[in-house]
């Protein structure tokens, strides 16, 4: 087998066409992009499964040891028996609560039984709260109407982005407001922290803020990040509403 030489071979790639260029590189990133909706699609699955798992085994196993736990304090009337059955308690107290975290961050549940609306209002209040973060929370009273799909990419993207600000931000206040005009959802996410220029990190975006953003436009919607050093940050979303 004849080897093509290597200057032939940068001969043959400088005389390609442009527009064949072009169309292969367009062809690439749909690829790429359809992959990475794949990936998404498939997380968000297994993450829903597995807290599914958690839920209803883990959890029937840790309600059951605490029956059996019940019935031997009722029968255990040694002060030393008492005090070591009550420690073990309180450890499986921990385990379920544990297990519940897990589960609400795998896939809250909120958002499956009471909505967009509140499963936000519940994160974004908690989170605040540990990170002595000040929110003002503004969402529509009712959002039973957003599909699935929109529901758990707009939590994602705002539980990516509150957790961004908790890093690295050192903001006092964030807003969080959502609204809905039935063409399209849209919502602002925004801080007062220390911000940063947008030009000078793009090229060093964490994957978080990418992922983000393809989660966006995988929904066809409109991804803006706007910042200034000093000027805290506005993370703005908007998808169809259909």
Sequence with gaps: MTKIP????????????????????EARTRELSALSSHLQGLAEKEKSELARTLHDELGGLLTAAKMDLS???ARMDKPEYQERLAQLGSVLDEAMSLKRRVVEELRPSLLDHFGLATALRTYVDSACAKANIRADIRLPDDTAGIPKDISIALFRIVQEGLNNIIRHANAKHVVLELTANGKEYEFTLNDDGRGFDPEDARESWPHGIM????RVRALGGRFALDSAPGKGTTLRVAVPAS
């Design 6 to 25: 290597e200057q032939q071979q940068q001969q043959a790639g400088s005389n390609a066409n442009p527009r064949e260029i072009d169309r292969l590189v």
């Design 211 to 214: 992922g983000m953003r393809h």
């Design 71 to 73: 019935w031997l304090q």
